[in-house]
């Protein structure tokens, strides 16, 4: 059974730094692009990031470029996102999810198939 579990969010102060990981099971990461969305109360869920397969191919959202990075290993069957200088604005569920098999990299939410539950990011002096 294909299942993706996200952890490492929390409280953090305006400025700190979190790092998410997205560990995939029931399947082999190396054909899948990994994103991750983020969702805060009352607004849509938006694409934050997305890496490709072998981790050569990425993407952020405007708002995160610079203080993100995503990474990848495949070996472990994990994928990565280094938030630093968060703000305020960053606060949110944050869920990662999987393209079709084989399929590269886009930050909308309708290419993405597979989800998981989120881990909650909540950032507040």
């Known amino acids: 059974q294909l299942q993706l579990v996200e952890s490492g969010g929390g409280l953090v102060q305006p400025g700190g730094s979190l790092r998410l990981s997205c560990a995939v099971s029931?399947?082999?990461?190396?054909?899948?692009?990994i994103g991750w969305f983020r969702q805060a109360p009352g607004k849509e869920r938006e694409g934050v990031s997305c890496?490709?397969?072998?981790?050569?191919?990425?993407n952020y959202a405007n708002s995160v470029k610079g203080r993100f990075t995503i990474s990848r290993d495949n070996a472990k069957g994990t994928v990565y996102l280094q938030m630093n200088n968060l703000k305020p604005g960053d606060a949110g569920m944050y869920y990662c999810?999987?393209?079709?098999?084989?399929?590269?990299?886009?930050?909308?939410?309708?290419?993405?198939?597979?989800w998981g539950q989120g881990t909650q990011v909540t950032v507040s002096s």
């Open positions: 999810a999987t393209r079709p098999r084989l399929a590269m990299c886009v930050m909308t939410e309708g290419g993405y198939q597979n």
């Open positions: 029931g399947f082999t990461l190396d054909y899948y692009t």
């Open positions: 890496i490709g397969r072998s981790g050569g191919s990425t």
